[in-house]
């Protein structure tokens, strides 16, 4: 049995990802369980129901404060009783405490997995805590290559210690139908080009460049609309700005959605303007929905958007270029459309679950 460890305040990428990852190990024979760390009033009862009824064992339990040693004996208590053969912790207050309690538990094998980069990562006492964690784990995971050189050069990771492995995912083909109940839902004509981002509403992912880009265009093209599913402590600034700039006609914040991947067929192009990223899973649900990509140059988004062939790539920041590729989209649609069939076609030839899974198990050292 491998034990997983995650901290989670809310369904994200990463918490997409292990609803992907966990399932399909147990369907490879390995016993994954998780444990998740919640803050007091963030509790996951949802997500802990959905991996349950995955077929993974998951449990809760409260992390306090950034450092909360009363944890670590309770998980280091945990551990010692259901003795698994090792431990896999993801995202860094799980890692600080998970390999703690799993080296004072004397678990053997110990594997963390690195999902972004963010920029506090790089504060030198974070860097010094990172450095002495990674002398203690078997080996680590980055989700990216991007994020495997993040590790090596700013946490001072042995680079034997390092695997690059990528996000899996295995697409399925939704309903024509949803195209058009979406549309009439947020009042888009049926022949209008739509921009689509799904996303948390935060600083991290650039949408005021975007919106900033979108209102730029807007003008000279009256069937133009951007959609952006999500929510975040950003909302209400972002509707300001939409209304400051006249476009709450065009912009529609169209809020959390739980079937977000599923409502992309909505969309005819997918616009990801982050600072930086971890691996940006949702592009591969872009990719699956056959749309062309307009996205930042950072971090590991280079290694999933190919340059001319299923999308566009632009500086991070930059609204005059994100402009200049929204207007190429627009301007030629079936070449926007060509894209996007070229991204499911590479979806499916380098980001498939079963390699997820394939090289996962080879850093196990549990591959056939």
Request: hydrophobic letters at 45%.
């Amino acid at each position: 049995m491998i034990l997983h460890i995650a901290k989670m305040t809310g369904v994200a990428g990463t918490e997409n990802h292990l609803l992907t990852l966990l399932p399909a190990l147990r369907q490879a024979g390995v016993d994954p369980h998780l444990v998740i760390l919640v803050e007091p009033d963030k509790p996951m009862d949802a997500y802990v129901e959905e991996m349950t009824g995955r077929g993974v064992p998951t449990i809760q339990r409260v992390i306090q404060k950034d450092v909360d040693f009363p944890l670590i004996r309770d998980l280091t208590a945990l551990i010692r009783d259901i003795q698994p053969s090792a431990v896999h912790t993801h995202l860094i207050h799980a890692d600080w405490h998970g390999v703690i309690a799993a080296r004072r538990a004397k678990v053997k094998r110990i594997y963390w997995s690195g999902h972004n980069d963010d920029p506090f990562r790089r504060r030198l006492a974070i860097r010094l805590i990172q450095a002495y964690l990674w002398q203690r784990v078997t080996a680590g995971i980055a989700i990216s290559e991007a994020v495997r050189q993040f590790m090596v050069k700013v946490e001072f990771a042995p680079p034997r210690k390092t695997h690059t492995i990528h996000y899996g995912f295995d697409p399925t083909d939704e309903s024509p139908r949803i195209r058009g109940i979406f549309r009439r839902e947020l009042g888009i004509p049926p022949e209008a080009f739509v921009f689509g981002s799904v996303c948390r509403l935060i600083e991290q992912k650039g949408l005021d460049h975007a919106v900033t880009a979108f209102g730029s265009l807007v003008g000279e093209n009256p069937l133009a609309h951007y959609v952006i599913i999500g929510d975040g402590i950003l909302r209400d600034e972002l509707q300001t700005q939409i209304d400051t700039l006249g476009l709450r006609e065009r912009v529609h914040l169209a809020g959390w959605r739980a079937n977000a991947a599923a409502l992309m067929p909505a969309f005819d192009a997918f616009v990801m303007p982050s600072r930086w990223e971890g691996f940006g899973l949702v592009l591969l649900e872009a990719m699956a929905a056959r749309l062309p990509i307009l996205a930042s140059r950072v971090s590991d988004l280079p290694e999933i958007v190919a340059p001319g062939e299923t999308g566009y790539l632009v500086p991070p920041g930059d609204f005059q270029v994100i402009r200049t590729g929204m207007l190429a989209l627009l301007r030629d649609p079936e070449a926007a459309r060509l894209m996007g069939e070229a991204g499911r076609q590479r979806l499916e030839a380098h980001f498939s679950v079963a390699e997820m899974v394939e090289k996962t198990l080879k850093v196990y050292n549990l591959a056939p």
